[in-house]
């Protein structure tokens, strides 16, 4: 069981752009596995970490829908945005500028086969972090994500989720707001979910901006706990 994961980053990435990287990263992947059943091989399954800011950008899961997004396209257009529909679970997401956006690409045999137990620990991995910052993340019963102050009426999510899983390899992933741009939510009904305010760590902190290195760095530590793995830094 391999548990050493190749970590990279991106810096700010088209959307598109790291999605195709992601894909080409995930297929070889299970390329290697496939070998391994049909002809009995011992290869070893690499693991990634991507981790990246992407300029503005909606994406639409394979289960949600349009309707959650609140502009058309000659909208998206004036505010520099794209909008993509893609193959990972949820509804509707926002991507921009001053958002960590995490893409674990896992041979979840070299670590757990549970597809539940690897979401909770990305979620575990994000409420470490913010408890770094003397917050107090938590779950959503039945929404996915890490959330602050649930079960009362300023209920707000500050980092998203949505993957996808074949053969138990991972990918896509979370995306935590450290200094987004909350005006780009409104153009959405987030992750389908009304009535919820999304919030970012800046705003929480009542600073102009949060080190998003320092954030990063945070991450990765609980991360390699979390998992038992080990990262090696790695260029694109």
């Not at 079960?151 to 987004?180: D, E, Q, Y």
Request: charged share 25%; glycine share 8%; net charge negative.
């Amino acid at each position: 069981m391999n548990k050493k994961v190749r970590l990279q980053d991106l810096g700010l990435k088209d959307y598109k752009e790291t999605w195709d990287y992601q894909e080409e990263l995930f297929q070889t992947t299970l390329d290697i596995k496939i070998k391994n059943r049909r002809e009995d091989a011992q290869l070893e399954t690499p693991n990634h970490f991507l981790m990246v800011e992407h300029p503005h950008v909606f994406t639409l899961g394979k289960s949600g829908d349009m309707g959650n997004l609140l502009v058309n396209q000659d909208q998206l257009t004036k505010k520099g945005a794209s909008f993509y529909k893609i193959n990972r679970g949820g509804d509707i997401t926002y991507h921009g500028p001053g958002q960590i956006v995490g893409y674990p690409i896992l041979d979840l045999d070299n670590f757990f086969t549970d597809i539940h137990k690897y979401l909770r620990l990305l979620e575990e991995m994000v409420i470490l972090t913010l408890a770094e910052y003397g917050l107090k993340g938590e779950r959503s019963k039945g929404e996915t994500g890490v959330w602050l102050d649930v079960g009362t009426p300023f209920a707000r999510k500050i980092c998203a989720m949505g993957v996808r899983a074949s053969r138990w390899v991972t990918m896509h992933g979370f995306a935590l707001n450290v200094n987004a741009d909350l005006g780009y939510f409104d153009l959405m009904i987030p992750c389908g979910i009304k009535d919820k305010a999304v919030t970012s760590l800046n705003v929480e902190l009542g600073q102009k901006e949060v080190s998003m290195e320092e954030v990063r760095k945070k991450l990765i530590t609980h991360f390699e706990a979390l998992f038992e793995a080990e990262c090696i830094e790695s260029q694109a």
